[in-house]
């Protein structure tokens, strides 16, 4: 598998690398055995955007983080904007995938969307398998929502709207049949926001008080309700999302601990594997040697 050099960034791809869609905030595309832009696809990137993939035939293995997936026939493959991706290696693909930006979800129109389980994914899962019932369901649903993506009008627009959220509803209850009905409770706003403000400013930020203070509350209270809400302390959270960084970049970049180090915002490359040693119980040198020996 392709890794990145220690002076190559990790790209981060935007829709608008999908020549018959464009750059748009919602994109559909069916496809019946090619993909004309998957040469990119085999170097670990970034999506800017939610991905929805239904696979009806796509032989091969691609990886989500440093999770692979062998990829099914008839399952639907899902991922966030933040994540790692990459393919192994380039092959034909029969199937629909779609994107939505968090602009898109963050519409008045669509809110309801970005709180269904399939686009929080609590379970951090990726894979979604369908039964045949089920597949043709899915399918039915991407050929309406394809053939109004491409019928512009003054009705087009409530049509998607109206097609997106019965898809994305009816996979959402099947991703909690298949998880063990893990929706995400209302009482977890606060989590949930706190976890947000985590996602963006992990880097620079490493304290508890300063996300509260971007929460406007104290950090006292928001240890409170993190604690009661997700079982962890709320700096574990923070440890956890430095860590996952960490660990994806060391996996899948040649850049060194120090180079690391700095950009996840450590002071000392020192300090931060002392701190990578007492989350994950190896220094990051260990955890890359041992990582990339059980996927060679």
């Given at each position: 598998?392709?890794?990145?050099?220690?002076?190559?960034?990790?790209?981060?791809?935007?829709?608008?690398?999908?020549?018959?869609?464009?750059?748009?905030?919602?994109?559909?595309?069916?496809?019946?055995?090619?993909?004309?832009?998957?040469?990119?696809?085999?170097?670990?990137?970034?999506?800017?955007?939610?991905?929805?993939?239904?696979?009806?035939?796509?032989?091969?293995?691609?990886?989500?983080?440093?999770?692979?997936?062998?990829?099914?026939?008839?399952?639907?493959?899902?991922?966030?904007?933040?994540?790692?991706?990459?393919?192994?290696?380039?092959?034909?693909?029969?199937?629909?995938?779609?994107?939505?930006?968090?602009?898109?979800?963050?519409?008045?129109?669509?809110?309801?969307?970005?709180?269904?389980?399939?686009?929080?994914?609590?379970?951090?899962?990726?894979?979604?398998?369908?039964?045949?019932?089920?597949?043709?369901?899915?399918?039915?649903?991407?050929?309406?929502?394809?053939?109004?993506?491409?019928?512009?009008?003054?009705?087009?627009?409530?049509?998607?709207?109206?097609?997106?959220?019965?898809?994305?509803?009816?996979?959402?209850?099947?991703?909690?049949?298949?998880?063990?009905?893990?929706?995400?409770?209302?009482?977890?706003?606060?989590?949930?926001?706190?976890?947000?403000?985590?996602?963006?400013?992990?880097?620079?930020?490493?304290?508890?008080?300063?996300?509260?203070?971007?929460?406007?509350?104290?950090?006292?209270?928001?240890?409170?309700?993190?604690?009661?809400?997700?079982?962890?302390?709320?700096?574990?959270?923070?440890?956890?999302?430095?860590?996952?960084?960490?660990?994806?970049m060391l996996f899948y970049t040649q850049q060194s601990v120090k180079e690391i180090a700095f950009d996840l915002g450590f002071a000392e490359a020192s300090y931060f594997n002392r701190f990578f040693k007492r989350?994950?119980?190896?220094?990051?040198?260990?955890?890359?040697?041992?990582?990339?020996?059980m996927y060679q």
């Open positions: 598998m392709y890794t990145l050099s220690s002076k190559q960034s990790i790209p981060v791809y935007t829709s608008e690398r999908n020549p018959e869609a464009g750059n748009k905030p919602f994109t559909i595309v069916r496809s019946e055995g090619a993909l004309v832009y998957e040469e990119d696809l085999l170097i670990p990137h970034r999506k800017a955007y939610h991905l929805l993939v239904f696979v009806k035939h796509n032989p091969g293995r691609h990886w989500v983080d440093m999770t692979p997936y062998e990829r099914r026939d008839n399952a639907l493959y899902f991922t966030a904007p933040h994540q790692i991706l990459v393919k192994e290696a380039p092959t034909p693909f029969w199937g629909t995938f779609l994107t939505l930006t968090d602009e898109f979800l963050g519409l008045e129109q669509n809110a309801s969307l970005q709180d269904l389980p399939l686009i929080q994914n609590p379970q951090n899962r990726h894979e979604l398998l369908l039964t045949e019932a089920d597949a043709a369901f899915v399918e039915e649903m991407l050929i309406k929502l394809h053939t109004e993506y491409y019928r512009p009008g003054e009705w087009q627009h409530r049509m998607l709207t109206g097609y997106l959220t019965v898809l994305l509803t009816h996979l959402s209850r099947l991703y909690t049949e298949q998880f063990n009905g893990a929706e995400t409770a209302a009482d977890k706003l606060l989590l949930k926001a706190y976890q947000a403000k985590i996602e963006e400013g992990f880097r620079e930020m490493h304290e508890v008080g300063q996300y509260a203070a971007l929460l406007h509350i104290s950090a006292g209270h928001l240890s409170e309700v993190v604690k009661t809400q997700s079982g962890q302390p709320a700096i574990k959270h923070i440890h956890a999302r430095l860590v996952l960084e960490a660990r994806r989350e994950t119980g190896h220094t990051p040198a260990e955890y890359r040697t041992t990582i990339r020996k």
